[in-house]
């Protein structure tokens, strides 16, 4: 016997609820490109999004930070989540360059060439050309240094960065993340 309407229209309402509600998860994604590190786009593009089995990821390029979009929850994923008891969400990073990006793995970092690759003696996204975002110091780096790290090495070498050291705990352990979440669960409830 199929499902009466009454209770499609259940699943239904609930699934526009929750994809309110998700547009928070969608403005963390956007605050983390924004206080993440951003010299050439790729990382602040290699978000993913993962609402229960569902998953989005960004462009995965070069170039200014551009929005990812939550999964869609449908009445068929609200009732395998009812199943479950819970609908369960994760932001992550697919970039190769993540551990280094998020402050975790030493590195050795120069501007202008990184391998074989030219990456400029300037970040080329507008985020990372920020006035207060894009720092320089008047000396190199000591070798090898977390991301964030700049100075202490050769006088007259400049070395820079995008983000301040530690970015990414001190994003996430502020109260900034949590009330954007609050604000839009709440507005996703009232949708």
Do not use: C, H
């Not at 309407?5 to 403005?27: C, Q």
């Not at 920020?130 to 964030?148: I, M, N, P, V, W």
């Not at 960065?161 to 993340?177: H, N």
């Amino acid at each position: 016997m199929g499902e009466s309407k009454f209770n499609k229209r259940i699943n239904r309402y609930t699934a526009n609820r929750l994809n309110g509600a998700l547009v928070g998860v969608e403005e963390v994604v956007k605050l983390l490109q924004f206080k993440g590190p951003s010299w050439t786009g790729l990382y602040s593009n290699s978000w993913q999004i993962r609402v229960g089995k569902e998953k989005t990821t960004g462009t995965r390029r070069a170039g200014n930070a551009q929005p990812v979009k939550s999964p869609k929850m449908t009445p068929k994923t609200i009732k395998q989540a009812q199943k479950r008891g819970f609908i369960e969400w994760e932001i992550s990073n697919l970039a190769r360059s993540a551990p280094y990006a998020e402050d975790k793995k030493l590195g050795r970092f120069r501007r202008g060439f990184a391998g074989t690759k030219e990456i400029g003696i300037k970040p080329r996204t507008k985020l990372g050309q920020q006035a207060g975002k894009f720092q320089e110091s008047g000396s190199g780096r000591k070798g090898l240094t977390r991301r964030g790290d700049i100075g202490g090495g050769t006088p007259g070498v400049i070395s820079s960065r995008t983000a301040v050291v530690d970015w990414l705990p001190k994003t996430l352990k502020g109260g900034e993340l949590k009330g954007k979440l609050r604000l839009e669960f709440k507005k996703g409830k009232s949708r």
